[in-house]
């Protein structure tokens, strides 16, 4: 991935500072602890990626509450990395924001940060599903509708 010289990454996480430096070595890229009791250090952003084994939880839900995308990657093996990709189907974001690989991850990054138009066109589109499905009314009726599903399939 070529970064831009407009592009700064911060990665958020608790890492070595030689281990860090010897990883990245570019001065674009900073490492950075994340307190989730000051979110608005995320306004900062404007395009988060998840982790890969491990993936966003509760900074995840924050990062979307504050309608700014974060790029996800499917991990059916392992629980603790289905978090995110669940958020993001939840909000029919995952023809956007969700990839199957990492070579995937990083064309879908290089796609948003070269292309203005449409990493504007996925904020909007992002912005409308989580007015539409980050509701408690939406997650409500969801639920009911699915276990009416299940236990109709008992019958």
Known sequence: LKLNDKIHITIYGNMPDEWFQ????????KKDLYNNKNPYKLLNHYL???????????????????KIPFIGITNFKRYNGCFSQSLLKFIKMQND???????????????????KKIYFSMCKKLSDNIDKYFT???YSNDFRDTLNEFYDSLK
Not at 22 to 29: D, G, T, V
Not at 102 to 108: G, N, R, T
């Open 22 to 29: 010897l990883i990245f070595p570019n001065q674009r890229i």
């Open 48 to 66: 988060f990626i998840d982790t890969l084994n491990y993936n966003n939880h509760s900074t995840a839900l924050e990062i979307l509450k504050l």
């Open 97 to 115: 924001l969700l990839t199957e690989s990492s070579d995937q991850m990083l064309q879908l990054i290089d796609k948003y940060i070269n292309d």
């Open 136 to 138: 408690h009314e939406y």
